[in-house]
């Protein structure tokens, strides 16, 4: 049978049964698929290509967005930076992290870094962040779902998030 895709649409459409299918996805796989999200096409491309051209550019440039001893929290993780926890080869990937932005006097400012954006692909920013809200919606919309799963409130993740 394999993981399951379940459609997020069911949640305002069936909400007791996605919620059961999720509950049981996560049971059983610990994830599941998500389809009927919603997030534009256009978006997921225009963020991909985006991407695929930061990730082409020179290895130095590239290199001028690692926050050395920022544990990859934000901006560019080059190749065999990071070791899986007990592995005894440094991973072969690169990446670039982006998180939530807040406002600078929070209280969480101190330990929730600035994300950082590099000006070399202009239209990294937007369509990067963009993408990033709309994952973040989706994914406070499946931990709703999984906390009626165990009982507790739909919006008991909400200020844990």
Do not use: C, M, Q
């Given at each position: 049978m394999g993981v399951p895709t379940l459609d997020i649409s069911r949640f305002d459409t069936d909400?007791?049964?996605f919620v059961a299918d999720l509950g049981r996805a996560y049971r059983e796989y610990g994830f599941c698929g998500i389809s009927g999200h919603g997030i534009p096409a256009e978006l997921i491309d225009g963020a991909y290509a985006a991407f695929e051209r930061f990730f082409d550019l020179p290895e130095a440039v590239k290199r001028r967005y690692h926050v050395a001893g920022?544990?990859?929290a934000r901006g560019y993780t080059p190749y065999k930076v990071e070791t899986a926890k007990d592995a005894k080869h440094a991973d072969?990937?690169?990446?670039?992290?982006?998180?939530?932005?807040?406002?600078?006097?929070?209280q969480y400012?101190?330990?929730m870094a600035?994300?950082?954006?590099?000006?070399?692909?202009?239209?990294?920013?937007?369509?990067?962040?963009?993408?990033?809200q709309a994952l973040d919606d989706l994914g406070s919309r499946v931990l709703s779902a999984l906390?009626?799963?165990i009982g507790l409130a739909e919006n008991y993740f909400a200020d844990k998030t």
């Open positions: 909400r007791d049964a920022g544990g990859g072969l990937k690169e990446f670039w992290h982006v998180g939530r932005e807040i406002p600078r006097d929070s400012a101190t330990i600035e994300n950082l954006w590099p000006e070399e692909v202009p239209e990294f920013r937007t369509l990067g962040y963009a993408l990033y906390a009626l799963h």
